[in-house]
């Protein structure tokens, strides 16, 4: 069975500070793993994804995400936060073994940016 | 060069009706996925449908709910005399290889 945990519910930064999303996941097999945003009453966006290589990914919108694999980390990072990045980011997992291809999603972060 | 679309974008019935939602993924996408999200809440997985088979219905939170899927492309997923606590958004996704989700702008389902 696959799993994310986001364990904050939500995450105020000041306008300007670094910002970190915490996710951590657990698979049987190599991961592929993703974050989304959605911003308020609009639908799900990709930010970004780790399928290989480089650990540090970048994505959208100046976000980038280090896979740690010891640590079963995404952590979801951006140097310099923007009130308009307020949100809510989803992190998800994918087994890479197999044909099966759920994702599962965890149950997301607020992050509000604060001017 | 169409995305995903849902219809309709905003459904109201009454306890005990039947709704049905309709998802229309991108063209050439083998995988969809429906999730269902509650006020401020995450996503909840539904229905996983592989072309037009179904191999993970594990999320269907009851028997009044059941989805298909047909030509590998359009899906409907149906909900069953209807109760309050179906109230939510009804998201779709498609994906063409198990890879980057693309989602729809979802169904909001008010039951009264």
């Known amino acids: 069975a696959q799993s994310v945990a986001q364990p904050e519910d939500q995450v105020n930064v000041a306008e300007g500070n670094p910002l970190t999303v915490k996710c951590t996941y657990s698979?049987?097999?190599?991961?592929?793993l993703f974050w989304y945003v959605q911003y308020p009453n609009r639908g799900l966006q990709f930010l970004l994804k780790?399928?290989?290589?480089?650990?540090l990914v970048k994505g959208s919108y100046g976000f980038e995400a280090e896979f740690n694999k010891s640590q079963t980390s995404f952590h979801l990072k951006k140097p310099s936060a923007l009130v308009s990045d307020s949100a809510l980011y989803f992190c998800?997992?994918?087994?890479?073994?197999?044909?099966?291809?759920?994702?599962?999603f965890g149950t997301g972060t607020k992050l509000q940016v604060i001017p | 060069g169409a995305g995903v679309s849902q219809s309709p974008s905003n459904k109201v019935t009454e306890k005990g009706k039947d709704v049905e939602l309709r998802c229309d993924p991108i063209?050439?996408?083998?995988?969809l996925y429906w999730y269902r999200q509650s006020l401020g809440q995450g996503l909840e997985f539904l229905i996983y449908?592989?072309?037009?088979?179904?191999?993970?219905k594990s999320g269907l939170p009851s028997d009044r709910f059941s989805a298909e899927r047909t030509g590998g492309s359009v899906s409907t997923l149906t909900i069953q005399r209807t109760q309050q606590e179906d109230s939510a958004v009804y998201l779709c996704?498609?994906?063409?290889?198990?890879?980057?989700?693309?989602f729809g702008p979802g169904t909001r389902l008010t039951v009264l």
């Open positions: 996704a498609s994906t063409k290889g198990g890879d980057t989700q693309y």
């Open positions: 698979v049987s097999g190599n991961p592929y």
């Open positions: 780790y399928i290989t290589g480089d650990n």
């Open positions: 998800a997992v994918r087994d890479s073994a197999g044909g099966y291809q759920k994702v599962t």
């Open positions: 063209s050439g996408h083998t995988a």
């Open positions: 449908f592989q072309g037009n088979s179904a191999p993970d």
